[in-house]
């Protein structure tokens, strides 16, 4: 008796990818999560809610959802606060333009109290040791969609400010 067996294809990949591709679309501007919450995926006109835009891709459903920024239509803003949040972000190419900056928020705001800064790709911190305000951290690019990496498209950006 012979028996002819199927050959078994067995698919793995990260829960991102999972994630990714188990966001679902529903109507034009939704966006269906894993846990089956319904996402508004359309800009809005502010001033003409009626007027909406195309649909963002619901590849981009578990970024923002990592980011908590699906569940709030708020923006974490206080422009009461007199001393600003600088933030900023650049790599080893830039270091020296990044020096000039600093010089300039040194001197037009003394009593900053701390600024954050990313690094983006092997910045020579001892450049900025005078700059006692600074808090240096690396960019996580492993976080992110592969297209973050591509500084010259600035992708990075509102990730960062995210």
Known sequence: MRIDLMPTI?????TTEFVRRSAKTAGECSCISETGKVYDFCYRLPQNKTIKGKRFSCDHLPTLASLGLLDSSELPFAPSEINPMFVAAFSANHEYEAVFLMESIAEY????GRMIVYDL?????TLFREFTFLEF???NY???PSYANFLQQYRWKPLMIA
């Open 109 to 112: 705001f003394p009593n900053i």
């Open 142 to 144: 492993s976080r992110y």
């Open 10 to 14: 067995v698919l793995i990949w990260d």
């Open 137 to 139: 951290r690396m960019f």
């Open 121 to 125: 790709g092997k910045v020579n911190h």
